[in-house]
């Protein structure tokens, strides 16, 4: 017996990858108009990449600082992903529901705490 396939997933080649990044991009867009968290953590990636890029730091030790910062929109990307499953299944509110909207929370979270702790070794031994 063979497993349905997704229409999205007919594509190969050349295709594939042009229609992959239209849906990244279309991702990008409903992020923004739609995600509080992911504006303001966009606003910060913004930021924190410019005083990457113009303190005087190694080029690894910027690149390392900003991928950290990346590394938190990607895993709010992640928690909008689960949040919006969880919302498409049922909007009745349901402990299982809960978990997965908390787990995705808890690591929006840690993603957060590698990042600040990041910077602050980073700066830390750079500066002191």
């Not at 229609?19 to 991009?25: M, N």
């Amino acid at each position: 017996m063979t497993e349905p396939v997704s229409e999205f997933k007919s594509k190969s080649g050349f295709k594939r990858i042009v229609a992959a990044t239209g849906y990244s991009i279309d991702g990008f867009k409903s992020a923004w108009a739609s995600e509080h968290a992911f504006r303001q953590e966009l606003l910060m990636v913004v930021i924190g990449t410019i005083i990457a890029l113009v303190l005087p730091i190694s080029s690894f030790q910027k690149l390392f600082l900003i991928a950290v910062l990346v590394l938190v929109l990607i895993v709010e990307l992640i928690n909008s992903a689960i949040e919006a499953v969880v919302d498409r299944v049922s909007l009745e509110r349901h402990p299982l529901s809960k978990n997965a909207k908390d787990f995705g929370s808890a690591a929006v979270m840690l993603a957060v705490m590698i990042a600040v702790a990041s910077w602050a070794v980073v700066l830390f031994n750079r500066f002191y």
